[in-house]
C-alpha cells in the first residue's frame, strides 16, 4: 500500500484497537487529503450486543449446504446474533489499482481484467487475518469458481453484504470513521462490502424471517427476527429484492447458483400480483405533532 508519506506511527493510531476488539480485518487505501491520526476514534468500536444464550446452530441444510437454524422459539425483534465482520473490502474505483487496459480488448476480456485487478486489492486484506479467521473465511462458499474470479474475491463476492443503504442513516457517523475527502463525497457512504463468520452463513428465502442492519458505532450487523421463528425452524434472509417480480429475483440469485424453491418463486403469478399491489399502495404520512 502506498503510505504516501504516513509513518508507521500514523498506522498505528489509526488501527488502534478497542479493548473488546474482534479478529476483524479493514483495509483501506487512504487519500492523499486524509489526515490519519483523526481515524483512531474514542471509544470506537462500541460493545457489541450479547444475547443471553446462543439462539442458533449451524447444520447442514437440505439442498442448500449449510445454514443456520433456530435452537429454540424466537419472538419477533428479538435479536439472533451482532456479529463484527472477518473482512471489510472498498467497492469504490479508486481502490482498485488503475493500470491501463491493452486496446481492442472485448467486454469479457476487460470483465476478466477488472476480475483480476479486483483480487489484488481483496488478498492484502486476507493475508493479514489471523489463520483462525483465514480458516473460516476459506471455508465459506464460493459460487465463482468457473467465471475467472480469483479466490478471495470469489468469497467476497458469494457472501459479502454490502454496507449502502445501512449507512444511509448514519453519513455522519461514517465519516468520523472513515474521514472526509474534498473530491470524494459521493462515494464516502456505501462503498464496502462485508464478509462474517456466523451471518454469511444464512440462506436465502425470498420471504426471509429475520432482517439485518449495520451499525457504524459497534461495527457491526445485527439480525432480528421479522416474526416469530420456532425451535428448528432454518433461518433466512433475502439476497435480492423481495418484492421485485420473480423473473428478476431469479435472474439476481442466479449468479449464486440458487434456484429459488420458496412459496412465492413456485407461484410467481400470484406473488408478483401481491407485490405489485403493495409497491403500487398509496403511502399514507401521519403529521408529527
Given at each position: 500500500m502506498?503510505?504516501?508519506?504516513?509513518?508507521?506511527?500514523?498506522?498505528?493510531?489509526?488501527?488502534?484497537?478497542?479493548?473488546?476488539?474482534?479478529?476483524?480485518?479493514?483495509?483501506?487505501?487512504?487519500?492523499?487529503?486524509?489526515?490519519?491520526?483523526h481515524?483512531?476514534?474514542?471509544e470506537?468500536?462500541?460493545?457489541?450486543?450479547?444475547?443471553?444464550?446462543k439462539?442458533?446452530?449451524?447444520?447442514?441444510?437440505?439442498?442448500?449446504?449449510?445454514?443456520?437454524?433456530?435452537?429454540?422459539?424466537?419472538?419477533m425483534?428479538?435479536?439472533?446474533?451482532?456479529?463484527r465482520?472477518?473482512?471489510?473490502?472498498?467497492?469504490?474505483?479508486?481502490?482498485?489499482?488503475?493500470?491501463?487496459?491493452?486496446?481492442?480488448?472485448?467486454?469479457?476480456?476487460?470483465?476478466?481484467?477488472?476480475?483480476?485487478?479486483s483480487?489484488?486489492?481483496?488478498?492484502?486484506?486476507?493475508?493479514?487475518?489471523?489463520?483462525?479467521?483465514?480458516?473460516?473465511?476459506?471455508?465459506?462458499?464460493?459460487?465463482?469458481?468457473?467465471?475467472?474470479?480469483?479466490?478471495?474475491?470469489?468469497?467476497?463476492?458469494?457472501?459479502?453484504?454490502?454496507?449502502?443503504d445501512?449507512?444511509?442513516?448514519?453519513?455522519?457517523?461514517?465519516?468520523?470513521?472513515?474521514?472526509?475527502?474534498?473530491?470524494?463525497?459521493?462515494?464516502?457512504?456505501?462503498?464496502?462490502?462485508?464478509?462474517?463468520?456466523?451471518?454469511?452463513?444464512?440462506?436465502?428465502?425470498?420471504?426471509?424471517?429475520t432482517?439485518?442492519?449495520?451499525?457504524?458505532?459497534?461495527?457491526?450487523?445485527?439480525?432480528?427476527?421479522?416474526?416469530?421463528?420456532?425451535?428448528?425452524?432454518?433461518?433466512?434472509?433475502?439476497?435480492?429484492?423481495?418484492?421485485?417480480?420473480?423473473?428478476?429475483?431469479?435472474?439476481?440469485?442466479?449468479?449464486?447458483?440458487?434456484?429459488?424453491?420458496?412459496?412465492?418463486?413456485?407461484?410467481?403469478?400470484?406473488?408478483?400480483?401481491?407485490?405489485?399491489?403493495?409497491?403500487?399502495?398509496?403511502?399514507?404520512?401521519?403529521?408529527?405533532?
Amino acid at each position: 500500500m502506498d503510505t504516501m508519506g504516513y509513518t508507521d506511527e500514523d498506522f498505528e493510531k489509526a488501527s488502534a484497537s478497542a479493548p473488546d476488539d474482534d479478529d476483524c480485518t479493514f483495509v483501506n487505501t487512504p487519500h492523499e487529503h486524509d489526515d490519519l491520526s483523526h481515524h483512531h476514534i474514542s471509544e470506537f468500536p462500541r460493545p457489541i450486543k450479547e444475547t443471553a444464550d446462543k439462539v442458533y446452530r449451524i447444520s447442514s441444510s437440505p439442498g442448500k449446504g449449510l445454514g443456520i437454524f433456530a435452537t429454540r422459539k424466537i419472538k419477533m425483534g428479538n435479536l439472533i446474533v451482532d456479529e463484527r465482520p472477518l473482512m471489510v473490502v472498498s467497492l469504490s474505483p479508486r481502490d482498485v489499482p488503475v493500470v491501463p487496459m491493452k486496446e481492442g480488448l472485448t467486454p469479457e476480456e476487460k470483465y476478466q481484467y477488472l476480475l483480476y485487478q479486483s483480487e489484488g486489492v481483496v488478498h492484502p486484506v486476507f493475508v493479514r487475518m489471523s489463520e483462525e479467521s483465514k480458516k473460516v473465511f476459506k471455508g465459506l462458499h464460493n459460487s465463482h469458481l468457473h467465471d475467472g474470479t480469483g479466490p478471495i474475491l470469489g468469497v467476497v463476492r458469494t457472501n459479502g453484504y454490502g454496507f449502502e443503504d445501512d449507512l444511509k442513516d448514519e453519513t455522519e457517523e461514517t465519516e468520523k470513521v472513515l474521514g472526509s475527502t474534498p473530491d470524494d463525497s459521493k462515494c464516502k457512504v456505501g462503498r464496502y462490502t462485508s464478509v462474517f463468520k456466523d451471518l454469511s452463513r444464512i440462506n436465502h428465502s425470498c420471504p426471509p424471517n429475520t432482517h439485518r442492519k449495520f451499525y457504524m458505532s459497534p461495527f457491526s450487523m445485527q439480525l432480528r427476527a421479522a416474526r416469530d421463528i420456532e425451535a428448528g425452524e432454518e433461518i433466512f434472509i433475502n439476497y435480492t429484492g423481495i418484492l421485485r417480480p420473480a423473473a428478476e429475483r431469479a435472474e439476481d440469485l442466479w449468479i449464486y447458483g440458487i434456484k429459488c424453491t420458496c412459496r412465492a418463486c413456485l407461484d410467481p403469478v400470484k406473488s408478483d400480483s401481491i407485490h405489485a399491489a403493495v409497491l403500487n399502495r398509496p403511502c399514507v404520512t401521519v403529521p408529527m405533532k
